[in-house]
């Protein structure tokens, strides 16, 4: 999406969450109902995950559930939300770095976190995209089409201060490392020997290696010795 452009029209590009109805005492928020209901959508599949499983898990009635989430997919369009949103995020400081490959690294690193931190939502996104209303299924995809271009503007503002390779196009430098980091989820484990940091810090030499003019600037971001965040 380019600097300035009218994001109104798309619900992934809007700022705040959906106004909900009053609440009962004790009914969980909707970022709590629509985490349960990822995490049972990447477990069990959409199609095999009922309102009424969700509305169990979480305690509740299932009538109580639906006065704040009118059907099964509109908590699918939440998690393409919340992770979208949150995407935009990270481009948006990716953009503002003065240095293109600081940029490059600080895009990869805030979307292996962003990964890690949502698993079972990229496990969704991944798995379930087909399941999208017609509706939302378009604004993903015009919200993909401008992620993709943002990166590939942050990948030619390199090209033009000499800082990447020319001979590598930027939609292919975008889209392999929007696939590289969407993917961690699906690999990146507690317990497997790698922390986030250091997970983080191999991908995004691996990435500046392979972009980069200057085989010295493969890491731009991190310093040794510092602080190993878990994975877990």
């Known amino acids: ?20 109805t009053a ?17 049972l959508f990447h477990v069990h599949g959409y199609q095999n995950t009922t309102m009424q499983l969700i509305a169990t898990e ?28 949150r995407a935009n995020i990270v481009v948006t400081e990716a953009l503002s770095k003065v240095d293109p490959l600081e940029g490059i690294a600080c895009l990869i690193d805030g979307q292996i976190r962003l990964s890690m931190t949502y698993r079972d939502y990229y496990g969704v996104i991944y798995g379930d995209q ?5 509706d939302l299924d378009d604004a993903y995809q015009a919200w993909m089409k ?5 990166v590939s503007g942050l ?3 390199g090209q033009r201060t000499g800082a990447v390779r020319e001979d590598i196009a930027p939609v292919v430098a975008a889209q392999a490392i ?3 980091t969407g993917w961690s989820a699906r690999w990146l484990r507690p317990h497997s020997g790698l922390t986030l940091d250091s997970a983080s810090r191999q991908i995004t030499a691996l990435v500046l290696g392979g972009l980069s003019t200057d085989s010295s600037a493969t890491d731009p971001v991190w310093t040794e010795g510092g602080s190993e965040a878990s994975l877990g």
Not at 130 to 134: G, M, N, Q, T, Y
Not at 146 to 150: E, G, I, K, S, Y
């Open 1 to 20: 999406m380019a600097v300035g452009e009218d994001r109104s029209a798309n619900p992934f590009d809007m700022d705040e969450a959906p106004t909900m």
């Open 155 to 157: 990948i030619e503002r």
């Open 23 to 39: 609440r009962r005492a004790k009914t969980p928020d909707l970022e709590t109902i629509v985490s349960v209901a990822a995490n």
């Open 130 to 134: 087909r399941e999208l209303p017609a």
């Open 58 to 85: 979480l305690g509740i009635a299932k009538p109580t559930l639906y006065a704040h989430a009118q059907s099964k997919g509109f908590l699918l369009g939440q998690v393409f939300q919340l992770v979208l949103r």
């Open 178 to 180: 929007i696939g590289i």
């Open 146 to 150: 401008r992620f993709v271009a943002n």
